[in-house]
């Protein structure tokens, strides 16, 4: 057992945690990290993949919530341009839908209620007229157009890990926090690692960011929050070959007034999502049902000209939305805000619960949370202007930054130094190291996968196994062969060992 205290203990490597983490060591606090299994491992790697304001949740009266979401867009954006960047949204509409009156105002207000500066206004096409509607039925005569952003939700948190570390948080990964008691001032927490061993840590606060697990890492440090409670919201999505040229996406209304986003993915392919239904199983076991997928694959052919079938699919995935119970009738009703619930009020070791929440919203989430547990001697928000690892893009968008690898690296692929630049921004360079050819990038694992990436993800990222890298780290796992993903296996076992 070793022992050692610490400003605050964080509890979950997902977005807010990792958030958290990053905020509170750059205001000067001790800060440690634990995830029980891989960062972005659970709901952060599971999302939509939108920084967004949410058009859909001015309906539900939610305008605290979409206008910070609305201002984190441009902020965010700033932050970390190689892992979010703008798209256009193409409503098509028809008069079974809500009325077109009503959409208007909504993107009026949409365009108008977030210091929108960055972003293009929205606006009506006529998608038989306009490029934009091309893949759409040709009976559809009207669409609005409007902007909100893509991220790279794995690549976010562990950004957001990785400038924590850099400012002096310990970030364990394979840590489970299994039980924590408070002592005097302090709170005792202990650990298991991955590999069995204990450990002991203490803090002034605890933070609880376990997400779909947060009241159950509260039970285990012994808190109650009174009535408080989660509701569980399981959602799906399903990845094609890529449906339609251009770099738009599609926000579709299906009959039973849900929404389904087509979404550009990974350059050549098409993301398309989510289902939302009552989830109460393990959410470590959550997938995507063949009744979802078929779901999806309908609720494009709805809009689009050509048909899906599942027999499409090449990747599927599902993850379980933590929401804040508010007793709302339907799971697409329930609030989208997050709550943050502090135990021990009056207490020198408080407990800081986080309940909903958006990957959007993390930033402020994160700034809120210090602000509540206010603790005595550290510093006030910085993150807002801190561009994550990465975001210092050389020319200031990806474009430049990919021309400027390539020129100093002309013996890399295009379509590579691309990915490079859209996976590492600026680090890219640094990932290369002294590399002057190809051949120096060591063994080849197929899709442009090199030793030297591997030994960098593993060293800067705390990638552990294939899974991390091919589906958390990069996206890879869409393009390797069985055989080359085999050959990695073999060789993280080698390094691993
Ligand atoms: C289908 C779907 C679509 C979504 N789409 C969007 C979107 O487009 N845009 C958007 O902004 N948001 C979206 N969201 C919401 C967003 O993904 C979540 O709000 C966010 O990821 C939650 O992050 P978190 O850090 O709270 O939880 P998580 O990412 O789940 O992290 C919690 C972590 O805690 C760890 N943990 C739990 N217990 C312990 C323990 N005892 N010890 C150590 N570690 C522990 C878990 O392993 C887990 O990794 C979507 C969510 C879903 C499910």
Known sequence: MSTEAVDLLIVGGGINGAGIARDAAGRGMSVVLVERGDLAGATSSASSKLIHGGLRYLEFGEFRLVREALVEREVLMRMAPHLIHPTEFVLPHDRTLRPRWLLRLGLWLYDHIGGRERLPASRRIDPRRDALGEPLRRDIAAAFVYADCQADDARLVIANARDAARRGARVLRGTELISARRVGSLWSVQLQASDGVRSEVQARALVNAGGPWAMEVARRAGVEHGRAALRLVKGSHIVVPRLYM?????????????????????????????????????????????????????AV???????????????????????????????????????????????????????????????????????????????????????????????????????????????????????????YGSDAAAMLGDARRKEDLGEAFGAGL??????????EEWALDADDILWRRTKLGLRLSAGERARLEEYLAQRNG
């Open 246 to 298: 251009g770099a738009q996406a599609y926000m579709l209304q299906n009959d039973d007034r849900r929404i389904v986003f087509v979404l550009p993915f990974e350059q050549d392919f098409t993301l398309i999502g989510t289902t939302e239904a009552a989830f109460d199983g393990n959410p470590a076991e959550v997938a995507c049902t063949d009744e979802e997928a078929a779901y999806l694959c309908r």
């Open 301 to 423: 052919g709805r809009w689009f000209a050509r048909p899906l079938t599942p027999a499409a699919i090449v990747w599927r995935y599902a993850g379980v939305r933590p929401l804040y119970e508010d007793h709302a009738r339907s799971a697409s009703a329930v609030t989208r805000d997050y709550v943050l619930l502090r135990d021990g009020e009056a207490l020198a070791a408080p407990m800081l619960s986080v309940l909903g929440g958006k990957i959007t919203t993390y930033r402020r989430l994160a700034e809120h949370a210090l602000e509540r547990l206010a603790l005595p001697g550290t510093g006030g928000p910085w993150t807002a202007g801190a561009p994550l690892p990465g975001g210092a893009l050389a020319g200031g968008s990806l474009e430049t930054a990919v021309e400027a690898l390539h020129s100093d690296c002309p013996w890399l692929d295009t379509v590579i130094a691309d990915r490079l630049v859209r996976r």
């Open 450 to 459: 090199t030793a030297r990436e591997i030994d960098w993800l593993r060293r």
